[in-house]
């Protein structure tokens, strides 16, 4: 079964969204605006119906949670796809006129806004009707008709098709600036990188995108994309929560540069090997007898460097490196072992047809490797260089490693939750990708003939180059 119409309105909302980023913003806001006084008339006139009639939704035989706390995750998991708009914030930051203040704030606040609204429309929904009493097509109208409010079918009509405008823009958005910078990074051709002189707007990868998505709504059910979406949005999560992970335990010690600042980098060497030689007593200019001079920035501060000072200096530089590889070993490790243990505690928790003996070994062993590592990440310290390797300042997420552990588990839980036809698709999907990065993207990454160096020495490379990092 096909539907053509959702096929024409991806193409027009893909067309409005080449107007330019500031158009884009305006008509999002107004349907935003629509759709949020639609969800407020629903909570306000939902409310007001459901003390009227004393609640008649809750009072069901079998309880307030029919399928269990399994059942109340499944359809979470389902529905996570009404959380991806969320990352359009973060996909524009290229044009923020504040990144550092805008993307965090802009981000928490729409977060709050969304979760309040969406949790009191459904407690006032499911109080007005028993939830198998409900329409699976329109749920929300026919729960204030069903209560003699047939007119309030004309006011949720209009809020969701600016919902579904809004969510349309908010979705389609993020994906050609994606696009573009994987362009960038040579992952894909030159063809997405094409932006617009007078909008801003990389036209190509919005109508590759447009086109994409309007092919996608025109072959498949909603409920089969929704079931895609929510798997690619959870696995997005969970990277970037590893990642967090990563990047405040074992960032990477080297970093890539282009080609193009091959003069720079062997300058800077250049000029590290004097310096070098000059602490080593190596200077040819400089008398044995004379004194050492550390770099203090001031020609009347001499020490005397003796031989065992030397020697002590470089047996704790030694001491504290090998304590460093340690410490990075046993990091690496531990975050490992935490995607295992949460892997294995929700497989074992969400399959019921497993033994008692196997589900209760298997939740067990899961939850152990997850305490444990909770355990020696809070005892160990993190990377001397986790503020410096890609951040610049201002937001950084708190309660680590509590916070990322938790997103692990809970995400891994509602993937797990998810229909198996849903991770054929996207097991497809995902095929495709692969085939890409083999076929082109490996082929013509950035990083086929990037130099990479050391990461404390990146900062002083660029300023020598006089680029802006």
């Known amino acids: 079964m096909v539907d053509p119409c959702a096929a024409v309105l991806v ?186 002189k007078h909008t801003q707007v990389p036209v190509n990868s919005t109508l590759a995108t447009g086109i994409v998505a309007s092919i996608l709504a025109f072959f498949m059910d909603v409920s089969q994309l929704a079931g895609m979406v929510s798997v690619g949005t959870l696995l997005a999560f969970t990277m970037v929560a590893v990642s967090v992970l990563i990047l405040r335990y074992v960032p990477p010690d080297e970093v890539p540069l282009p080609l193009s600042l091959q003069e720079s980098i062997d300058s800077y060497k250049l000029r590290h090997n004097s310096d070098a030689q000059m602490i080593n007593g190596e200077n040819p200019a400089k008398s044995p007898g004379d004194p050492c001079l550390p770099l203090l920035g001031e020609k009347n501060v001499a020490v005397d460097c003796t031989v065992v000072e030397k020697l002590e200096a470089l047996s704790s530089f030694t001491a504290g490196t090998l304590d460093e590889e340690n410490r990075r070993k046993i990091a690496g490790w ?71 552990i938790s997103c692990i588990l809970i995400n891994v839980y509602l993937l797990i939750n998810l229909e198996v036809a849903t991770w054929v698709r996207v097991s497809v999907w995902l095929m495709v990708g692969v085939l890409i990065y083999i076929f082109y993207g490996r082929r013509h990454s950035s990083l086929l003939n990037a130099i990479y160096v050391p990461k404390a020495h990146v900062d002083e490379i660029y300023r020598s180059s006089g680029a802006i990092l």
């Open 334 to 404: 531990t975050i490992m072992l935490i995607c295992v243990g949460a892997f294995m505690l929700t497989f074992a928790a969400s399959n019921l047809w497993f033994s008692s003996l196997i589900r209760f070994t298997l939740c067990g062993a899961g939850g152990l490797l997850l305490l444990s590592g909770l355990v020696i990440l809070t005892c160990i310290d993190q990377d001397d260089e986790r503020h410096n390797f890609g951040h610049a300042g201002g937001f950084i997420c708190p309660f680590v490693p509590l916070l990322p």
């Open 11 to 196: 193409l027009i909302v893909t067309g409005f969204l080449c107007l330019g980023i500031k158009e884009s913003a305006l008509a999002q806001g107004i349907a935003t605006a629509v759709n949020v006084f639609a969800m407020l008339f629903v909570i306000i006139a939902g409310g007001y119906l459901g003390f009227k009639t004393g609640w008649t939704g809750y009072e069901v035989p079998t309880g307030y949670f029919p399928f269990g706390v399994d059942g109340m995750l499944a359809g979470s998991a389902t529905v996570f796809f009404s959380y991806i708009g969320f990352d359009t914030v973060a996909s524009t930051a290229e044009e923020a006129k504040n990144p550092k203040r805008d993307l965090p704030l802009g981000i928490a606040l729409s977060l709050s806004i969304c979760c309040c609204l969406y949790m009191l429309v459904s407690i006032v929904i499911v109080g007005l009707v028993p939830y198998y009493a409900m329409d699976p097509d329109t749920p929300i109208s026919s729960a204030f008709a069903s209560n003699g409010m047939q007119w309030a079918a004309y006011i949720i009509t209009v809020g969701a098709v600016t919902a579904l405008i809004s969510t349309l823009m908010g979705s389609i958005l993020p994906q050609p600036r994606i696009l573009m910078a994987m362009a960038r990074d040579g992952l894909l051709p030159s063809f997405f990188l094409d932006v617009n």
